[in-house]
């Protein structure tokens, strides 16, 4: 993960953006990994830790009837907590993340190993569903280096785009 990290913080640092993240499952993980480099004041805005809905909403923007509709653990949520993160630190990205990281709160549709993540940048949102194996731990590590992989794809020169 040391690997992600350090090529994230150097393609944010050299393409001049920022992130901020809006976590639940990861309970911050993703962004104490991010800060856990030197000089991450230059590019990393903030985050916020919601695993409460009601911070959900409060902190990060994401719409009561969104919950209501798709439940916490939906594409839908992390899209609405990645833009939540996006808007509210005024970042170049926003990282959003919900999940189940267990080892109870599963179910047959959304078992314990369930992340949904998101990134929102100036060309739109897009996110992720995936189910990790193994204990909480390995969920959320795990969750964090996708996540890492997703913002470094997210952050490649494009040859159609004048990045």
Request: hydrophobic residues 40%; charged residues 20%; aromatic residues 4%.
């Amino acid at each position: 993960m040391t690997e992600q990290v350090g090529a994230v913080a150097d393609m944010l640092g050299k393409l001049r953006l920022t992130v901020a993240t809006a976590e639940s499952c990861t309970g911050g993980l993703l962004a104490a990994t991010l800060t856990a480099v030197p000089g991450a004041s230059a590019w990393f805005r903030g985050g916020v830790v919601a695993y409460s809905n009601d911070l959900k909403i409060q902190l990060a923007g994401v719409r009561p009837a969104t919950l209501e509709s798709h439940g916490a653990v939906s594409s839908a949520v992390a899209r609405e907590l990645a833009q939540g993160a996006r808007d509210r630190c005024s970042a170049d990205l926003g990282i959003g993340i919900t999940g189940i990281a267990g080892p109870g709160g599963g179910s047959e549709d959304k078992p314990v190993g369930t992340v949904c993540l998101a990134v929102a940048d100036e060309h739109g949102i897009h996110d992720w569903t995936v189910r990790f194996k193994g204990g909480r731990e390995t969920v959320r590590s795990g969750t964090v280096l996708f996540a890492l992989e997703r913002i470094l794809e997210r952050l490649a020169p494009d040859p159609g785009e004048g990045r």
